[in-house]
T-cell receptor, first 114, second 114 residues
Framework: DAGVIQSPRHEVTEMGQEVTLRCKPI?????LFWYRQTMMRGLELLIY????????DSGMPEDRFSAKMPNASFSTLKIQPSEPRDSAVYFC????????????FGPGTRLTVL | AQKVTQAQTEISVVEKEDVTLDCVYE???????LFWYKQPPSGELVFLIR??????QNEISGRYSWNFQKSTSSFNFTITASQVVDSAVYFC???????????FGAGTRLFVKA
């Protein structure tokens, strides 16, 4: 079975450019999470979707960040305009609705903003 | 408020040594789940175990074992006869039953030297 798929795996861009990160959750999973990992702040939850609807985006750092989930098999995290402090590894995770279930993470996208 | 503390920032052992990674948590919830994840140098986050707060039985999986003690709010992870491939960052995490937000500890970086 395919796990959570993220693309690109690495992204290098210049300050001010728009960046779009993509995620395909595990088939049948109806909850999707975007995390950011940095050395300073560890793993931070950015936003959580349930059945394609954003439930909690309180972790989104600022208006430059936006996330969408147009259907059950695809989500994007966009940063516009990007800044050097956005450099981090961005993980997508998914799980089923049942509260017992476990989040499974994608391989992450390493973003470098120059 | 929920909190997960992994007091050990880094641990270094020699191959074949046993090593225990500590995890202490805080929660006011009566039911919750505890998790361990492994992040090898390649960067992905790999799920290792989930434990329900009702189940205090220790668990063993090959060289890995977990000791859950509700009385001390601890969920420690022991690797027996460590191997170089065990070198990774290990995260302990907590989520209340029915909740969506998983609280991660800061992680413990384990170095296993040949």
């Amino acid at each position: 079975d395919a796990g959570v798929i993220q693309s690109p795996r690495h992204e290098v861009t210049e300050m001010g450019q728009e960046v779009t990160l993509r995620c395909k959750p595990i088939s049948g999973h109806n909850s999707l999470f975007w995390y950011r990992q940095t050395m300073m702040r560890g793993l931070e939850l950015l936003i959580y979707f349930n059945n394609n609807v954003p439930i909690d985006d309180s972790g989104m750092p600022e208006d430059r960040f936006s996330a969408k989930m147009p259907n059950a098999s695809f989500s994007t995290l966009k940063i516009q305009p990007s800044e050097p402090r956005d450099s981090a590894v961005y993980f997508c995770a998914s799980r089923t609705r049942e509260s017992t279930d476990t989040q499974y993470f994608g391989p992450g996208t390493r973003l470098t903003v120059l | 408020a929920q909190k997960v503390t992994q007091a050990q920032t880094e641990i270094s052992v020699v191959e074949k040594e046993d090593v225990t990674l500590d995890c202490v948590y805080e929660t006011r919830d009566t039911t919750y789940y505890l998790f361990w994840y492994k992040q090898p140098p390649s960067g992905e986050l790999v799920f290792l175990i989930r434990r329900n707060s009702f189940d205090e039985q220790n668990e063993i999986s090959g060289r890995y074992s977990w000791n859950f003690q509700k009385s001390t709010s601890s969920f420690n992870f022991t690797i027996t006869a460590s191997q170089v491939v065990d070198s990774a960052v290990y995260f302990c995490a907590l989520r209340r039953t029915g909740g969506f937000k998983t609280i991660f500890g800061a992680g413990t970086r384990l170095f296993v030297k040949a």
